[in-house]
C-alpha cells in the first residue's frame, strides 16, 4: 500500500524512502481511505462551529480508525521503518490553545465513530497558536506552521465573499477527512482559510499588521488582543469564519432542495463557547435578505442554534463594544441591534439586555435569548451557571438548559497514547469496550487479583522508562523512572494555580535541606503555555524554570527530587506525559475550572487524581469513591461566599509560620542567581497583597494531602488498586458518552 505510493510520489521503494518521505507516503494513503469512505446522512445534520480545534498529529489515528494500523506497521517494518518515525516527521496542527479545542477535537471522532451526520467548521490558521521557546528561564513564542507542501487539507475549490463594510475578502473551503473508529464513515473539519493570506506580514516573533485584514486574517490562532488593533482584528477572524459558515450552510440546504424556512428542521448548529455567536445574526440577515419577515428568521435561527458555555471567569465572558462592531460589521449592527429590542420587550430586566448599559454587545446573553439550547459541560458548573452566573436567565428559561458533562476520545487517550494498557484491559474483559466505555466498569472484578496489579504497576513502570527515554531525546532532560511522577500538564493560568505547585516544591526543597527525606524521589513535571500577553502567567513559568535550576544545582537535594518543565506542550507531548503520570494535579480554584480534560485522560490512564472539587473532579470523586483520589481545598460555596464579601486577604494567609517562608523564597538569593528580580518580584507583590486565584488559601492542605500521597505511594499493592477502579470507573467520561446525550437531548438527528 505504502510502497505504492513511495513509487507513485518519490519514484523510489519505501526503503531508499526518508522518514519524512514515508510520512508523505502514507498521508496520501489515508487520505485516499478516508475520502472514500460514506458520509452518514440524516433528516436533520449538524455543523460544529468552534474557532478552535485541537487535533493533535493525525497520522497514528487515522491509521488505527482506518483499520490500517497493523497492515502499515508491518510493510514499514520489512522497510526497515516505523510508524513512529513517521510520526516524529508528522507535524502537529496548533488549531487550538487548549482544552476548549481539543474538546471539539474528541467530539468530531466521537461523531465519526457514532456515524451522526455532523461536521465541525472553524478557520484554516497557518500558524495557529505559538511555538513556545524557553529562553533565560522565559517564555518566547514562535510562529508553528504546520502546512506543508501535502497536508492533511483538501481544497474544494469552494470560494464564499465576506464584506467588511467597504472591504471585501474571500474565504476558501478546506477540509479534513476525519475516519470513524471502525472504517465505516467518515466526519469533515471543514475550514475557511483567506485567499491571500500572507506570511511575509510576520516580523519577529509572531508580532505582525495586524491592521491589514486582507492579508492577515487566518495567519494565527487569536492574535495577542491586548491592544484595540488586536481587539478588532479578533472580531474580523470571528466574522469571517460565521459569514463563511452561514453561507455554506444555507448553500447546503438548498442543494438539498430545502426552502430557508426549514432551517430549524434540517440543521442544528453547536455555537462552542461565544467565538462563533456572530452566526446568530449573520443568519437572521441572510435569511431576511432572501425575502423572509425579520421576527420569522429570528425564530427559525433560535430553533437551529445551540450554545456551550465553557467558563465563567468574567474576564472571558465576551462583550464586544458597539464602536468596534460598527466599525468591522456595520451590516450586522443594526441585525443586533433589532435582536436586542426584540428581548428587551419581552425581558426589560438590564441583567439580560444583549445591548448593555455600557453600549457592548453581551455575547453570551445574545446566544441565550436567540438560541433553544445552553449547556455547560460539568455537572457543578452548570449548577453554578444555573444558581449563580446565569440565574436571572435560568429563571426565564429554565427549559433552555441543561448539563453534559465532556469527554475524550478513548481511541486517542488509551487505545492510541498506551497500547500496552489497551492489551491489558482487553486481556481481561474482552474487547467491547473499545465500543461500549461503560465495559470499562468489569476491570474492577480484578482489583483484588494480586497478578493483575503486578501485571499493572509494570505497564505504568515501562510507560515511565519510555517516558523517560523520550525526555532525554527531546530536551536533553534525565530523569530517574523510579521517581514518583508528578505531572500538572494544562494552560498556565493562575486559577490553574501552578503557582500553589511551586510553592509546595520550595517547601519540599526546603524540607530536604532540614534533612527531611521523602520515602523516594520525586519528578515534578510541568507543560503549560501562557498566552503572549498574560504578565503574570508568564513571571510564574519563569518562576518555575529558575526553581528548577536551583534544584539541580544543590547536590544535596537534587538526589531527591527533579523539574522538568517540557517545552511548547501540545497533545503530542500530552500523548508521551498521560500514560507515564502517577499523580494527576488538578488543583484549580474551586468553582473556576469549568470541567477540565486533562483529569479524564489521566484517570483513564491510571494516575491518581490530586484535585480540588471542581469541575469534573467533582464527578470522578462521585464514580471512584473519596478513598480512590485525593482530594484537598475548599469547597465551591465557600469560595464564591469569599468573592461575593471579598473577604479574602491574603496577607493573613502569608503571615503564617509555614507559609512566610515559601513566598519569601521567590526573592531569595538561591532564586535572584538564576533569574529576573523584575518578574520574581512581580510574583512575589501579587502573591502577598492580590492572590486572585487564592492560591494561599488552599497551600496548607495541599501540603498536607500531598504529603499524604507520597506515604502512600509506597504501599504499591494499595495503589495498584486504586488505580484499577480509577480506570474502570473512567468509562463515563468517553466522548462517546458526552455526544450522545448531546444528540438525544439537543441536536436529535
Ligand atoms: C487535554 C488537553 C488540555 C486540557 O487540559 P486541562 O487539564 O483540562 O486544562 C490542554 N492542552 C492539551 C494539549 C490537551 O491535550
Redesign the pocket.
Known sequence: MLSEWAEKKFHKSLADCSAAEAYDAALSLCKERAAALPRPQGERRLYYISAEF?V?KLLSSSLMNLGLWDAVEAELAAAGKSIAQLEDAEPEPSLGN??LG?LAACFMDSIATLGLPGEGVGLCYHYGLFRQLFSHNCQTEQPDGWIEEESWLRDTGRRYRVRFGARQVTGRLYEIDLPGYGGKSRSRLRLFDLEGVDPSLIRDGITFDKTDIEHNLTLFLYPDDSDRAGRLLRVYQQYFMVSCAAQMILEELAQRGEALSQLDKRVVIQINDTHPSMIIPELVRLLTEGGMPFEEAAGVVSRCCAYTNHTILAEALERWPVADLEEVVPQLMPVIRRLDRLAKLRYPQPELAIIDGQNQVQMARMDIHFGFSVNGVAALHTEILEQSELAPFYRIYPEKFSNKTNG?TFRRWLLGCNPALAGFISRRIGEGWKQDADALGRLADWKEDPASLEELLGIKASSKRALAEYLSQNGGFSVDPDSVFDIQ???LHEY?RQQMNLLYIIWKYRQIKAGQLPPRPITFLFGAKAAPAYRLAKDIIHAILCMAQVVAQDPQVSRWMKIVFVEN???T??EKLVPAADISE?ISLASK?A?????M?LMLNGALTLGTLDGANVEISQLVGEENLYLFGRRSEEVMALYAKGAYDPRSYYKTPLIEPLVDFLLAKPMLEQGDAEQLGRLYQDLTHKDWFMALLDLEDYIRVKEQMFADYEDRQSWAKKMMINIAQAGYFSSDRTIEEYNREIWKL
Open positions: 485541537l493533535g487548549g482544552g481539543r475524550i500538564i494544562k494552560r490553574k506542550y501540545n497533545v507531548w500530552a488538578q475550572e470541567s477540565g480534560t486533562g483529569n485522560k
